[in-house]
């Protein structure tokens, strides 16, 4: 996904990093709905769409020092942003 939208992909696994232009996002694959964010400057965390808004409700409420995104795959490889950080931030 992030390797067609234009990112340089490196790592493998559930986390790793990707990069374009000036930005880099560390990614993390994840089933649970509570995650660590570490203070990255930028964070996207990529789950199932049924668990997109259960974990975007627990980053809501933990309110991490990271700018971060949810990203919900659905089983046939389609996705949506279920919360991307604000153009001011």
């Known amino acids: 996904m992030f390797a067609d939208l234009g990112y340089d992909v490196s790592g493998e696994g559930t986390e790793f990093s990707a990069v374009r ?8 694959a994840t089933v649970d709905e509570a995650v660590e964010a570490d203070s ?8 199932w769409d049924e668990r997109a808004p259960g974990l975007r409700s627990y980053l809501d409420r933990e309110d991490p020092a990271c700018e971060w995104a949810v990203i919900g795959v659905d ?13 001011g931030e």
Do not use: H, I, M, Q
Request: some cysteine; hydrophobic content about 35%; proline content about 3%.
């Open 75 to 87: 089983e046939n490889g389609g996705y949506e942003v279920a919360r991307a950080p604000d153009a």
């Open 21 to 28: 232009e000036w930005k880099e996002v560390r990614v993390t």
């Open 40 to 47: 990255e400057s930028l964070c996207c965390f990529v789950t």
